[in-house]
């Protein structure tokens, strides 16, 4: 009996049995179990084609409801005295499935292992490891990204402290403070812009409630939303040193005016 199927992989079209579907061999020649003709019936062709379903997906279920037939129907006919024939196909068909599973499964991680070595590295900037270095070389790469994270923890913590200092003198914005961080601040220290009692083991958090207080408050313009205070400060002080005859500082080049260079003091700005 030549059967059409269809491959579930690659859509091509054969026959069971040749070529490519040598798989299913015989499977749908077995004799389909008698029913009365009627619309959405088990007629034999709706049986090879629930079998042949059941090869492919391995799923009742799905192979029932594929060909538009009520999974408990197939049920049925498996419990019928005359569907042993059904009942074999079936059961090599779930066989043919487990198979066809295991291969794909093999065949699905060796397609990953081959895309993931053409695949550049993931950066460590993105929280995954890069490429280890070779023994006895340093590993650059670590020691930039931990360079990074430091210098984002300073400018975090001082953006914090500057704005501590600016509130270090009411009171209301002091308890404020205190009550919606939970940290308990020597307003001190925070005078003269001082390490605060939890820096050297907390680390900042842009969602913790100081973080966000101090964004919020323009401490933190330059990276985050709301008010540049930073910014109005050096434009501030430009303006000072302008006033006095001294070089602006050009923010952000590196470039140091020749008041503050080697041997410079506060005292030289003055």
Same mark, same amino acid.
């Given at each position: ?53 059941? $090869? &492919? ?6 192979? +029932? !409801?594929?060909?538009?037939? %009520?999974? #408990?129907?197939? @049920? *049925? ?97 002091? $308890? &404020? ?6 940290? +308990? !601040?020597?307003?001190?220290? %925070?005078? #003269?812009?001082? @390490? *605060? ?74």
């Amino acid at each position: 009996m030549s059967i059409p199927v269809i491959c579930d992989r690659c859509r091509s079209t054969g026959i069971a049995g040749e070529a490519d579907f040598s798989n299913l061999g015989d499977l749908l020649e077995f004799d389909p179990v008698p029913v009365k003709p009627r619309v959405n019936g088990w007629d034999p062709e709706a049986q090879r084609a629930f079998v042949a379903l059941l $090869a &492919a997906t391995g799923s009742k279920r799905r192979a +029932a !409801v594929a060909i538009n037939r %009520a999974p #408990h129907g197939a @049920e *049925q006919l498996m419990k019928r005295p005359d569907g042993a024939g059904f009942r074999a196909a079936v059961e090599r068909a779930l066989e043919i499935a487990a198979e066809n599973g295991a291969m794909k499964l093999a065949q699905g991680i060796a397609d990953a292992a081959a895309r993931n070595a053409q695949l550049t590295p993931p950066s460590r900037l993105r929280g995954l490891p890069g490429p280890a270095a070779a023994p006895g070389e340093p590993d650059d790469d670590l020691g930039l990204v931990q360079e990074l994270r430091d210098r984002i923890t300073l400018k975090l913590r001082m953006a914090r402290r500057l704005y501590l200092q600016e509130i270090g003198d009411c009171p209301g914005k002091r $308890a &404020a403070f205190e009550i919606l961080t939970g940290f +308990a !601040v020597d307003w001190d220290k %925070a005078r #003269h812009l001082e @390490e *605060q009692p939890d820096e050297p083991w907390t680390v900042p958090n842009f969602r913790k409630p100081d973080m966000l207080l101090t964004g919020e408050n323009g401490w933190l313009g330059d990276i985050a939303h709301g008010p540049n205070k930073l910014e109005e400060l050096r434009h501030a002080l430009n303006d000072y040193l302008v006033t006095i005859g001294k070089a602006p500082v050009e923010w952000g080049t590196g470039k140091v005016p020749d008041w503050a260079g080697k041997g410079g003091s506060k005292e030289d700005a003055q």
